[in-house]
């Protein structure tokens, strides 16, 4: 996670010299959210736990609202706090009926009261669905995500590209540090519901046509074929959840610096950031190699053959033919395919499109010796190396999947 955020301020530095934000007040609450993260991880307790969960939100509500150039910001930023409250009203309530039921709130001991059956009563059982309920808001799992498109559209490109990496790490950790040891009660829920985001997410991005909300919605399948491979309960799968969200974080990098690259100014020199899916294609129709990075771009996260997005769910598919669900196997990839649609939409517009139609706009904003531009022709190198190093990369992550929780 810091090398992600060491990734992000990158971002930071190079947005603050596109645009005008608060600078100072920007940085400060960052570093609060990342400490609320970091605490996250390393707690034990559930009432600590969403504490800094909370810390986070308030964090999160004040990045948002920072988008004074249009009114769109604050009404996210309301319509985030209204929905954010009554998740947090779920959960510390799902912590009082554990609490009343089994007498604590430490991990390690609610999971050993009911690994060994010693706490297993209705009262419990709902108080721990509630709990997971309230994370599966945090990670906009259906019917929990009705925040995702707008905030991903009315924040600033740089909180959305927060909101869309770091906290999500978090959140999958302390999702599966909690799956761990409550798999029994709440295994077949998160299949359900991991499942049905995942076909919700795929149908729902049909539809869109400005790329943050196509982003947003694109997360909801990527988060559920995370949660759905940590629902599994095996080494395999959880180690295949972690690569799938570890090189989706990359992939969403990639996509939002294609994107801080695109921005125009009107007369009063305020900056707009293209994010019309029709818009961008014929902006790069004349810029080639910034058509062929996104092109690369939209085929990972379509999953195509060869590509890192289709690396990702490989060994998620792996996971579930060693489980024997053949039905489920069919059944996503079937998704699958129909999720790549809405990503391979867009590269119509980069190259299959009628001249006589639509004007074609020339595009001098990019400077080819920028940072920016330099960073992502990194990000694009280490994909391609992660192509042909990547069942090292997963043999490692499987190693420190072993040792932090298995062997605990």
């Not at 998740?87 to 001991?109: C, P, Q, R, V």
């Not at 669900?325 to 990503?343: H, Q, R, T």
Request: aromatic fraction near 22%; charged fraction near 10%; glycine fraction near 4%.
């Amino acid at each position: 996670m810091n090398f992600i955020f060491i990734l992000y301020l990158i971002f930071l530095y190079t947005y603050k010299n596109i645009g005008t934000y608060p600078f100072f007040e920007f940085i400060l609450l960052i570093l609060i959210a990342l400490l609320g993260l970091h605490f996250i991880i390393i707690s034990n307790n559930l009432f600590v736990i969403f504490l800094f969960l909370e810390l986070v939100n308030l964090s999160i509500y004040c990045l948002i609202g920072l988008n004074k150039n249009s009114n769109i910001g604050i009404e996210t930023s309301y319509k985030y706090f209204i929905q954010s409250a009554y998740a947090t009203i779920m959960g510390f309530f799902a912590l009082s009926l554990i609490y009343m039921s089994s007498g604590t709130l430490f991990i390690n001991e609610l999971n050993f009261l009911i690994s060994y059956n010693l706490d297993i009563n209705l009262l419990n059982t709902i108080g721990i669905i509630l709990l997971f309920f309230s994370i599966f808001f945090k990670l906009g799992i259906f019917p929990f995500h009705s925040w995702i498109a707008d905030v991903y559209q009315g924040s600033l490109i740089i909180v959305a590209l927060f909101i869309a990496t770091i906290p999500k790490i978090a959140y999958v950790f302390l999702f599966l540090k909690l799956f761990l040891g409550l798999h029994d009660i709440v295994n077949s829920i998160c299949l359900l519901f991991s499942f049905i985001t995942i076909v919700y997410g795929s149908f729902i991005s049909l539809y869109q046509s400005n790329l943050k909300r196509l982003v947003g919605y694109g997360s909801m399948v990527h988060i559920g074929f995370i949660i759905y491979a940590i629902s599994l309960n095996s080494t395999d799968s959880i180690t295949s959840s972690f690569f799938y969200l570890i090189f989706y974080i990359f992939l969403i990098f990639f996509l939002f610096t294609f994107m801080m690259l695109l921005y125009e100014k009107d007369y009063k020199g305020t900056i707009f950031f293209i994010e019309d899916i029709s818009q961008i294609g014929i902006i790069l129709h004349r810029n080639k190699l910034l058509a062929f990075l996104l092109s690369f771009i939209l085929f990972s996260f379509a999953g195509l053959p060869f590509f890192i997005g289709f690396l990702s769910k490989w060994y998620i598919f792996l996971s579930l033919i060693s489980k024997h669900k053949f039905i489920e196997l069919f059944l996503l990839l079937g998704i699958s395919v129909i999720s790549s649609v809405y990503y391979i939409r867009i590269i119509r517009f980069l190259f299959f499109f009628d001249k006589k139609i639509y004007k074609v706009k020339s595009f001098s904003n990019i400077n080819y010796s920028d940072l920016l531009f330099i960073l992502l022709i990194f990000l694009f190198i280490i994909n391609i190396i992660i192509i042909f190093f990547h069942s090292s990369i997963y043999l490692y992550i499987f190693k420190c999947i072993v040792k932090l929780f298995i062997i605990k």
